[in-house]
């Protein structure tokens, strides 16, 4: 099968999930700067949920650029990594419904987890898959995709010590994640200057 279904499902999953979690912010209750300011942990939980979601589509659009064809086992990972990322919205307004809170924090923590999980799963499926070496070839040793979950656990662990220490392991993994990764690109640019 080709990818183009696989890949307009996921966008448009991904667009409604921003769409749930921006209505999640509270508008203020009076038209003033100081009315404002009761939204901001709302507004900061929203940008970090909303970097996430965007760095999960930029890898996913990237890893289907290298991806020629996939099959059904490919289809529901993907979908797997689309329930933990669906659940972002949920999470997201929980954390900031409860002020960052340390359960609705270690849920958070555990969704950002699990949606690592899927994708290394997703990963490691098409790797199985026929062709499956070139996105392997492409990604190298992926150090990023293998530091992540560490530090998500971390972050988790520090939750019981610190709401701020684990918001900033979460903020690191978005960080380092922003950070442009170009393994791909370069992939892509050697196949298309040396197609034999």
Not at 69 to 94: C, D, E, K, M, Q
Request: aromatic share 12%; net charge neutral.
């Amino acid at each position: 099968m080709r990818t183009s279904r696989l890949e307009a499902f996921s966008d448009g999953v991904l667009a409604i999930i921003i769409t749930i979690m921006v209505l999640e912010i509270k508008v203020p209750d009076e038209p003033t700067f100081a009315a404002l300011g009761g939204s901001a942990t709302g507004f900061l939980t929203y940008l970090l949920s909303f970097v996430y979601i965007g760095i999960y589509w930029n890898n996913h659009h990237h890893m289907f650029q290298v991806v020629e064809r996939i099959n059904g086992t490919v289809l529901w990972a993907n979908l797997h990594l689309l329930f933990w990322l669906s659940l972002y919205p949920f999470t997201t307004a929980w954390m900031d419904e409860s002020d960052l809170a340390r359960t609705p924090l270690v849920v958070y923590g555990i969704n950002l987890l699990a949606a690592a999980i899927a994708y290394y799963t997703l990963q490691q499926v098409i790797y199985r898959a026929p062709g499956g070496d070139r996105l392997r070839q492409a990604l190298g040793r992926d150090l990023k995709g293998k530091v992540s979950p560490g530090i998500y656990i971390l972050g988790i662990v520090l939750s019981f010590v610190s709401t701020w220490l684990a918001v900033a392991c979460y903020v690191t993994v978005a960080v380092i994640w922003l950070v442009p990764d170009r393994r791909v690109e370069r992939f892509l640019a050697t196949l298309e200057s040396d197609p034999a």
